[in-house]
C-alpha cells in the first residue's frame, strides 16, 4: 500500500511566498535606487542560493533601472534575443553575456555616440540647452535645422536656424535633402539637411540634434546607432510657467502648444536617456556626459 503524501502546509507555503515576493520588491527598490550596480545583481542571479535574484524576471530587472520604460525595454530584449518570460537565473550563457555587456556600456563610461538628438515638449528649454553647448562645448557640431517660421527676438539666421519659405521647403523635401522633417503643432514645418550632419560625421565630429517629437523617431528609424535624449521639465507647472513667461505665442497658441506637449511628454520611454532640465549649465552638462565627451558631470 503507497504511503499517502505529507500534508501542505499552506500557511507556510502563503508566508514563503510573501517572502520571496519582498524579497524580489527589496531587490528592484535597490537597482532603482542605485544601491546596487545592476551588473551586481546579473552576477548574483547565477546562483540559485541568491534566491530573490534567481527568479527576479527579467522584464521587472530591466525595468527596475531608471529610464526604461515598457517601449524601451521591449526593445533591449528584441536587440539581446531575450524572451521575456525569462527570469535572470535561466538565461542562457550568450543571453547572459550580451545583457551584461549591455550593462556595462549602460553603467560604465559612455560610449560616444557619433549623432545624438534632443527631444522634448514645447518650452522645455531644448534650443537653450543646445545654445549653451554650441557655447561652451566647442568640439560639439550643432546641426542647424530649417524651418519655415519668422525669427524670434535674438534668433540668427544660420546660427539658430535657417529660415526659408515654404517653397523652398518643398523642394528640400522633394530633393530628399531632409534627414527628417515634421509639422509642428500644426503650424510651421521642421527639418535637418543631411548635408550638414554627413559633413560634421564625416570630420569626426560628435553632432547634436536639437528637434521635435516627429523627427527624432524618423532619426531613430534612418539612423538606429543614433543616441536619443529626451529634454523634461522640472514639472507640468514650471513648463507652463516659461512657455506663457517667454511671450512669443499668442493665448491660443500657447493653449494649442500645451496640449501637444501632453502627449510628448509621455513618450519620454522612447527615448535612450531623460535630462531633466532644472537649470541651463546642469542639463547641458549632464546632455554632453551622456554624448561621451566628459568624465564629469554636475
Not at 62 to 74: C, N, Y
Not at 113 to 140: C, I, M, N, Q, S
Not at 272 to 283: G, K, Q, R, S
Request: aromatic share 4%; proline share 6%; glycine share 6%.
Amino acid at each position: 500500500m503507497t504511503a499517502a503524501p505529507p500534508p501542505v502546509d499552506r500557511a507556510a507555503a502563503s508566508r514563503a511566498a510573501v517572502a520571496a515576493r519582498r524579497a524580489r520588491a527589496e531587490v528592484k527598490r535597490a537597482i532603482a535606487s542605485g544601491e546596487r550596480p545592476t551588473v551586481e545583481v546579473l552576477d548574483a542571479s547565477a546562483d540559485p542560493a541568491n534566491a530573490a535574484e534567481h527568479s527576479l524576471r527579467v522584464t521587472n530587472f530591466l525595468l527596475a533601472i531608471p529610464h526604461i520604460g515598457q517601449t524601451k525595454m521591449t526593445r533591449i530584449l528584441e536587440q539581446l534575443a531575450i524572451s521575456p518570460s525569462k527570469r535572470l537565473g535561466g538565461l542562457g550563457v550568450k543571453q547572459r553575456e550580451r545583457l551584461r555587456e549591455f550593462l556595462v556600456r549602460r553603467g560604465g563610461a559612455v560610449a560616444p555616440a557619433a549623432l545624438t538628438v534632443l527631444a522634448g515638449p514645447t518650452a522645455v528649454g531644448k534650443g537653450t540647452v543646445a545654445g549653451y553647448v554650441r557655447d561652451h562645448y566647442p568640439e560639439v557640431a550643432l546641426a542647424v535645422s530649417v524651418t519655415t517660421r519668422a525669427p524670434r527676438p535674438g534668433e540668427i539666421e544660420g546660427v539658430h536656424y535657417h529660415f526659408v519659405s515654404d517653397t523652398e521647403f518643398d523642394r528640400l523635401v522633394d530633393d530628399d535633402e531632409l534627414l527628417e522633417y515634421a509639422t509642428v503643432h500644426n503650424s510651421y514645418r521642421y527639418g535637418t539637411p543631411r548635408s550638414s550632419v554627413r559633413a560634421a560625421l564625416e570630420r569626426g565630429r560628435p553632432v547634436l540634434l536639437e528637434i521635435d517629437l516627429q523627427g527624432a523617431r524618423q532619426v531613430r528609424e534612418r539612423m538606429p546607432e543614433a543616441r536619443l535624449v529626451f529634454l523634461a521639465p522640472p514639472s507640468w507647472d514650471e513648463l507652463v510657467r516659461r512657455l506663457v513667461g517667454r511671450g512669443t505665442e499668442s493665448a491660443e497658441e500657447q493653449a494649442r502648444r500645451l496640449r501637444t506637449a501632453e502627449v510628448e511628454l509621455a513618450a519620454q520611454d522612447e527615448f535612450d536617456e531623460l535630462v531633466v532640465n532644472d537649470t541651463v549649465p546642469e542639463a547641458a552638462g549632464r546632455l554632453v556626459h551622456l554624448m561621451g565627451l566628459t568624465k564629469e558631470h554636475a
